[in-house]
Every structure is written in C-alpha cells, then in structure tokens.
C-alpha cells in the first residue's frame, strides 16, 4: 500500500472572515495550512503530500510539498490532485479539507487501517443532539437522529476506484464519500475526533486553538531594588511596614509590587513598568505602585489572558516580612482581582551577603502565570 494526502486548499474561504483565505490565516502560532499539512507530511505511512492550491496562491504554499492548481469547485480541485497521481506508483489516497488543521495522527491511523480490506474510508462522529426541521425561525418537525453521523476527512479510497468515480461524477457532491457511493463503492465509518473540526466561521478559529493547544501557558518573572534613604516606614506589597528606613524611588518604591508588576508584564512581552510609566515623565513621580499593578492586572484581562497565581520573595535583613505577609497577600490579590490563596508573599535573607546583608537595600524577585482556555 502506498499512499498519497491530498490537501484541498483552493478555496477563498469567504464565511471565515478576515479577508485573507482561512487556510492562509495564522492559527496558534503557525498557519491553518501548515497545520494541515505538518499532520500528513510527518506520519510514516503517507509516502506524498499534495496541496491542491489556487492558482494565485503558490507564492504562499508551505516548503516541501507538490502543488497541483485546483478548480473553482472543490470538485474539480479534487479531481485534479487525482488525476496528478494517476499513472504513479500511488495505490491509496487521503483527501483532506485544509480547513481541518486539528487531524491527529490517531484518526489517519484509523483510516489507514480501514483500507486493507475496504474500498474506502472516512472518519465520522455520531449524532446525539436532537434534530429539528425548521422554517421561518421556527421549529416546524423533528427528525431521528438515528443512524446519522458527522463527517469528517481524511477521506480515503483506493486511487484507481476513486479517480473513476469523480471522472464520472457531475461535480456537485459534498464530499468524497457521496462521489464515491455514486459510483457505487463501500464506504467503511471509523471513529472521529472533536478536535478534528473544520473552520467555516469567525468564531471557530478561537475554538480550534483551544481544541489543538489545550490550556494556553504564560510564565513570567520580575526582579527590583531600591536603596535604603531616609525614613520611618517602607512599602511592600501595599502594605506600609514600620522600619527606620524609607525606601527611594521615583514612585513610592514599592519593591516587591513592582517585581509582580514585571512578572505579570514579561508573561505578555510588554516589557517593564518603565515602558508603560516612564520614569521621565514627572507625573508619576511619588506614584503609588497599585496603579502599576493594576495597569498590568487590566491588561492581562484585555488580552484574554487569567492570572493563575504569583510568587514574591522579598530579599532583606529588616524590616521582619512574616508578621505583615498575610496582608500583603490580600493586598496584592485585591489589586490584581485574584483570589489570596493564589497569591504568595515570602521572604528570605541573603546571610549577610552583598547590599541586602549590609542592608543598603531591599530586593525582590516575583513569578506570575498566566492561562488561558
């Protein structure tokens, strides 16, 4: 058996919105295309991948594929990609809708595996909502659901029945397997996968990006000092810590909330407080440093993103962190719009060692993470 995927991807792809073909738009972090084609290029029974194009569109097409120029129906681009593989060494073909970039290994296995003793093959997932028959906007009958499956691709067949089925075939069929039963060929069903769904709309970009990455992860840590000045208190975490020391600073050199601040920042690559509040700019001077964690917790909120948790170590001699770390924990999670339990505030001291031994200053390190579904 030696089998060839062919990727349809002639298609403008209109209802996906966007202005570019949907097989050309970036989904998390590579393309819907490159999606689609990395699962075929790299399984070890698919001897050939082939991207069906549109005719302008070489210039866009993904390296180390063959490309064959399709039709103006998803039909016709079928058909040529079949009749470039006839007359080759190719026994058994794939077709495959680029617009399902999510197709695990596991369902081409299953199909693969369905074409040693069938004609043809194709992933498909039961029906279990109830199906209504409607008009004008509402419901005007019901059907059985009975026996009714959602189809899927690949769509695999035997090269030889598949290339005569669509050579006599009109053209107007939704998929191959309805040429291919026109031609009067079995079709075996093998089970699909939810996250092998196709992108038609908008709105289904977002959830295939949940499907194929999962739970999205984001790290990142911050790390600040400021020197000891003259004084009778310092602020940590928001909370104002009696000492004999202020801290300096152009804002009110609130360490450790400034380490969190550039934790929560370096997760979404946005840099440090000083590029969101420059310190040239005489406005914030004396800046309480809730309205930069705020900024940062805001931010992560816009962009989609949820805070997990943060982590903050403060680094002294003195002032005695334990007694007031409770509170700055709730401070912290009040600001940023978190629960306390998934807020730590901690503190350790350097042994004596370089400025925060010699207590010249306070330092402060400070993890965040941040998910998304």
């Not at 000083?274 to 962009?303: C, E, M």
């Not at 629960?339 to 370089?354: I, Q, R």
Request: glycine letters at 12%.
């Amino acid at each position: 058996m030696r089998i060839a995927a062919i990727i349809v991807a002639a298609g403008r792809g209109s209802r996906a919105g966007g202005g570019t073909p949907k097989q050309w738009r970036p989904l998390a972090g590579r393309r819907v295309v490159d999606w689609a084609v990395a699962a075929f290029a790299r399984h070890p029974r698919v001897a050939e991948t082939m991207l069906v194009i549109h005719h302008g569109d070489r210039a866009l097409a993904p390296g180390g594929v063959r490309l064959v120029e399709g039709g103006a129906t998803r039909a016709a681009s079928v058909r040529a990609g079949l009749e470039a593989l006839g007359g080759s060494d190719v026994t058994h073909v794939l077709i495959h809708d680029v617009a399902r970039p999510g197709v695990s290994a596991a369902v081409i296995d299953r199909v693969i595996a369905a074409l040693a003793t069938a004609d043809a093959a194709a992933p498909a997932l039961p029906v279990t909502d109830a199906l209504w028959r409607g008009a004008a906007g509402r419901v005007a009958g019901t059907a059985s659901r009975e026996g009714l499956w959602r189809a899927q691709t690949p769509q695999g067949f035997r090269l030889a029945p598949i290339l005569a089925a669509h050579r006599h075939h009109d053209g107007t069929a939704a998929d191959d397997v309805e040429v291919a039963r026109a031609a009067g060929l079995e079709v075996a069903i093998v089970p699909g996968e939810e996250a092998n769904l196709k992108i038609t709309a908008p709105e289904d970009f977002a959830r295939a990006e949940r499907e194929m990455t999962g739970m999205q992860l984001r790290l990142g840590n911050g790390y600040d000092v400021h020197r000891f000045g003259p004084g009778d208190h310092v602020m940590l975490c928001g909370v104002k810590v009696p000492h004999g020391k202020g801290l300096e600073g152009h804002s009110d050199a609130d360490v450790g909330m400034h380490a969190v601040t550039d934790a929560l920042y370096g997760a979404l690559a946005e840099g440090d407080i000083g590029r969101h509040f420059p310190p040239s700019d005489p406005q914030w001077k004396g800046a309480a440093s809730h309205i930069f964690l705020a900024h940062a917790a805001d931010l992560v909120a816009k962009r989609g993103w949820r805070i997990a948790n943060i982590d903050c170590t403060l680094v002294c001699e003195r002032p005695k962190i334990g007694p007031h770390a409770t509170e700055m924990q709730t401070e912290l999670a009040r600001i940023a719009g978190m629960d306390p339990v998934c807020v730590s505030v901690k503190a350790t001291t350097s042994e004596g060692l370089g400025f925060t031994g010699r207590e010249e200053g306070i330092a402060a390190i400070a993890t965040a993470a941040l998910v998304r579904p």
